[in-house]
């Protein structure tokens, strides 16, 4: 089952894509205890989301849902992206 552990997007993974792709930092401990804010109070905008959802899609080689790009929240998006990674979708 590492292959599915390989293809799940962390919390701390995602701190990482919001500072590499975007330049917002946010600790992951920041971002696990307020995963339900909207990405808006951490200063990552649609197009910071948008440059994420691309890295990911070139790292996984599949394309995402489109309503990745429309996540309001960080929990929302690690559910939907994470989902679609599992199902390969």
Not at 21 to 32: F, Y
Not at 40 to 49: H, R, T, Y
């Amino acid at each position: 089952m590492t292959d599915q552990l390989a293809y799940q997007v962390t919390v701390e993974e995602l701190a990482t894509l919001m500072k590499r792709t975007a330049g917002v930092h946010v600790e992951p401990e920041t971002l696990r205890a307020q995963a339900d804010d909207g990405f808006d109070a951490f200063g990552l905008d649609s197009l910071g989301l948008l440059g994420i959802v691309a890295e990911l899609e070139k790292r996984y080689g599949l394309g995402l849902p489109e309503q990745a790009e429309r996540c309001k929240s960080p929990a929302a998006f690690l559910a939907l992206i994470n989902g679609a990674l599992k199902t390969g979708v």
